[in-house]
């Protein structure tokens, strides 16, 4: 693979140099004639200036245009996606493939301004599109992973999602990246092979969401009473919804505790307040009733003779 390699970056240096050459004009040689010659006249500089300095100063300008242009172009695109009441999701990958196609051709024109023979870059392209895809194939692999995401569409802009080892909310689907916004404010890139090749959860899909706070109680409460208390604590939490009605689920018997777990349903957008408050709710439920929370703890025996010794 590494010979194949070696091979199209060759054929590219040659391509390239093919165009380029294709592309000199009569007075550069001219101009590299004076030059060593030792010829520093007016007219020699009035050359450089006609060979080298206007191409390259309208080469400078061009790039700031084309940059500019794409930029706009993609702006404009985007917001007549978002009129024609395109999910917004496909209107941002809309407008960046149409940024990068503006890129490509101001490329082209601007090679052409000095003096490169655009002609000749179907060779060039040819060889460049094979040393790509064997030197890049995961960047390649990027992009096939972000058309995927577009297709499937596990999950849109806006949506919170936990992919690609992140979790967060989604901000950007692009060309060989996905961005997630973290609930602590951090931005986080992630390459759209990674989120496309593991498991991808999508939280905020559903509108609604089911809180579960576990609690432990003394063995000596009694059982049903524990239930009744924590069933009526969750029902009176402010932001539970009543259907489906909340409930209180006997767990397991613990090394020093009943375990419980009381479950009750929310909006998606009220998750982690409900949570915090009724984690609250049941703690101070159980103090009210005189339910004991137990903590783990070690008993420790000694030995009457080595207490002795």
Not at 61 to 76: C, E, K, P, T
Not at 87 to 107: D, I, P, Q, S
Not at 119 to 133: D, E, M
Not at 283 to 292: E, P, R, S, W
Request: hydrophobic share 45%; proline share 3%.
């Amino acid at each position: 693979m590494q010979e194949d390699i070696a091979n199209a970056t060759e054929a590219v240096v040659d391509a390239t140099q093919t165009a380029v050459d294709s592309g000199a004009t009569e007075g550069f040689g001219d101009l590299v004639s004076r030059i060593t010659s030792g010829d520093t006249s007016g007219d020699t500089w009035i050359l450089a200036w006609e060979t080298i300095g206007q191409p390259v100063l309208l080469a400078i300008v061009l790039i700031l245009a084309v940059l500019f242009v794409a930029g706009w172009i993609r702006g404009m695109t985007t917001k007549a996606c978002r009129k024609a009441n395109v999910e917004e999701t496909l209107a941002r990958f809309l407008g960046n493939m149409v940024r990068y196609f503006v890129l490509f051709a101001g490329g082209i024109t601007i090679l052409g301004t000095l003096g490169v023979e655009t002609t000749s870059f179907a060779a060039v392209l040819a060889a460049a599109g094979f040393a790509v895809g064997m030197a890049m194939s995961g960047m390649l692999g990027n992009v096939a992973a972000g058309v995927m995401l577009l297709f499937f569409r596990p999950f849109k802009v806006g949506d919170v999602a936990s992919a690609g080892g992140t979790t967060g909310k989604v901000i950007e689907i692009g060309l060989f990246t996905t961005t997630f916004d973290t609930p602590d404010n951090r931005r986080i890139i992630v390459p759209n092979g990674s989120v496309f090749g593991g498991t991808i959860e999508n939280i905020s899909h559903h509108d609604t969401r089911r809180v579960s706070v576990s609690v432990g109680t003394d063995y000596g409460a009694d059982v049903d009473k524990t239930r009744e208390v924590l069933v009526a604590a969750a029902k009176a939490c402010n932001g539970v919804l009543q259907d489906p009605e909340p409930a209180a689920v006997l767990t397991g018997l613990g090394g020093s505790s009943i375990d419980w777990s009381v479950r009750v349903w929310v909006n998606a957008a009220d998750f982690w307040a409900v949570s915090d408050r009724l984690t609250r709710d049941v703690k101070y439920a159980l103090d009210g009733a005189d339910i004991g929370i137990p903590y783990p703890q070690m008993d420790v025996h000694l030995d009457g003779k080595i207490a002795q010794g």
